[in-house]
T-cell receptor, first 114, second 113 residues
Framework: DAGITQSPRHKVTETGTPVTLRCHQT?????MYWYRQDPGHGLRLIHY???????DKGEVSDGYSVSRSKTEDFLLTLESATSSQTSVYFC?????????????FGPGTRLTVT | AQSVTQPDIHITVSEGASLELRCNYS??????LFWYVQSPGQGLQLLLK??????LVQGIKGFEAEFKRSQSSFNLRKPSVHWSDAAEYFC???????????FGDGTTLTVKP
């Protein structure tokens, strides 16, 4: 299994509070991604990173920010959590090399905003 | 823009029966195609991938998929389903742009004893 961990695995927080989720990889992969998974919506890309300090928005980026100061860590921050951000969040990594675009996923973080 | 459609939200098959999960994609060039499986409470795991070459690809756990360019399809098959195959299956099309993939909404497989 690819070395990807996510922390915390479960989080309950109140509306309006900031939340940071962490993704850590030991594979030295170039690309990292944050997705959210909701019933009926599959996986939706929030933000992704194509290198240290290089990030870009996905399809559902409003209300989220990310940072990547080291190859191995990719942080997702909810500046002011809302109930609509209750979801399961997955981090994924990809080597991005030719013929190596498959993604490897972390175990997920279940976030509940009350 | 790339997109993926999985027409079946939920499929039920009997243990030992054959399985085919459908996937249709839209992509402007030769696509990178993937199937992933997700067991309850887990992350997604790669089952198989197609980049080029032989259009019939073999994956883990006895799964295979066939790329049909004329039909824009990449259907997943297994000749004999086991109870442990019950899970959610996602088809995805990948791009060379930062390795981003677009995922279908998933098909939930239930296996009857």
């Amino acid at each position: 299994d690819a070395g990807i961990t996510q922390s915390p695995r479960h989080k309950v927080t109140e509306t309006g509070t900031p939340v940071t989720l962490r993704c850590h990889q030991t594979e030295n992969h170039r690309y990292m991604y944050w997705y959210r998974q909701d019933p009926g919506h599959g996986l939706r890309l929030i933000h992704y990173s194509y290198g240290v300090k290089d990030t870009d928005k996905g399809e559902v980026s409003d209300g989220y920010s990310v940072s990547r100061s080291k190859t191995e860590d990719f942080l997702l921050t909810l500046e002011s959590a809302t109930s609509s951000q209750t979801s399961v969040y997955f981090c994924a990594i990809s080597g991005g090399l030719a013929g190596n675009y498959e993604q490897y996923f972390g175990p997920g973080t279940r976030l509940t905003v009350t | 823009a790339q997109s993926v459609t999985q027409p079946d939200i939920h499929i039920t098959v009997s243990e030992g029966a054959s399985l085919e999960l459908r996937c249709n994609y839209s992509y402007g060039a030769t696509p990178y195609l993937f199937w992933y499986v997700q067991s309850p409470g887990q992350g997604l795991q790669l089952l198989l991938k197609y980049f080029s070459g032989d259009t019939l690809v073999q994956g883990i756990k006895g799964f295979e998929a066939e790329f049909k360019r004329s039909q824009s399809s990449f259907n997943l098959r297994k000749p004999s389903v086991h109870w442990s195959d019950a899970a959610e299956y996602f088809c995805a099309v990948g791009a060379t742009n930062a390795g981003k993939s677009t995922f279908g909404d998933g098909t939930t497989l239930t296996v009857k004893p």
